[in-house]
């Protein structure tokens, strides 16, 4: 199966600072990618749609200036936290749409953020 | 928009017997993809079955099968010959225009040996 990988699995960061996490389709091109937040024993709530070469599409209530989304090319894109606080403490998620392959999107093995 | 509502919290099951999870769901889309995902204590999402909604016939993968009521908005997973590794979170989800997922609250199985 296709495969999506994302980095850090986990990161600590001090309030204030500022945390890029990456998405990657390894073996295809993804010209749209997902980012989840799921937060202790909840669901996964979708944040924005990633999208190459475009602006990402917010959900609503998510602070498109606090969390970054660049989709620069056709296998990458990458959510930056910015000026984190402890509240933004979370599991993120990415995952990826394959174009021959649109029944199934497939996820990345998340990322453990949390912000002393 | 779509929901998706899992009214069960929780389940215990024990090993080698049959579980059910419900799930129901709204979208005003006639054309949409319905899954069942497993996240286990790693976390990384698993797909474990989908169903067209065109497709009257209910999917099985193996020891999962569901019962896909369309008029009816439902979509349960049926888990027959549970196993320890089935214990897990379980979450429906749908999938419609613009390829987003909206996901139910989930259902934690607990099985029994």
């Known amino acids: 199966g296709a495969v999506v990988s994302q980095h850090p699995s986990w990161v600590i960061c001090k309030s204030g600072t500022s945390v890029k996490i990456e998405c990657r389709s390894l073996?295809?091109?993804?010209?749209?990618m997902f980012w989840y937040r799921q937060f202790p024993k909840q669901s996964l709530m979708l944040m924005a749609t990633?999208?190459?070469?475009?602006?990402?599409?917010?959900e609503q209530g998510v602070e498109k200036d606090k969390f970054l989304i660049n989709h620069a090319s056709l296998t990458l894109s990458t959510l930056t936290v910015t000026s984190a606080h402890p509240e933004d403490s979370s599991f993120y998620i990415c995952?990826?749409?394959?174009?021959?392959?649109?029944?199934?999107?497939?996820f990345g093995s998340g990322t453990q953020l949390s912000v002393l | 928009a779509q929901t998706v509502t899992q009214s069960q919290p929780e389940m215990s099951v024990q090993e080698a017997e049959t579980v059910t999870l419900s799930c129901t769901y709204d979208?005003?889309?006639?054309?949409?993809?319905l899954f069942w995902y497993k996240q286990p204590p790693s976390r990384q999402m698993i797909l474990v079955i989908r169903q067209e909604a065109y497709k009257q016939q209910n999917a099985t993968e193996n020891r999962f099968s569901v019962n896909f009521q369309k008029a009816a908005k439902s979509f349960s997973l049926k888990i027959s010959d549970s196993q320890l590794g089935d214990a897990a979170m379980y979450f429906c989800a749908i999938k419609a225009a613009g390829n987003k997922l909206t996901f139910g609250g989930g259902t934690r199985v607990l099985v029994k040996p």
């Open positions: 990633s999208n190459e070469g475009s602006k990402a599409t917010y």
């Open positions: 979208t005003s889309e006639s054309d949409y993809y």
């Open positions: 073996d295809f091109q993804a010209t749209t």
């Open positions: 995952s990826a749409l394959h174009p021959g392959r649109v029944e199934k999107l497939f």
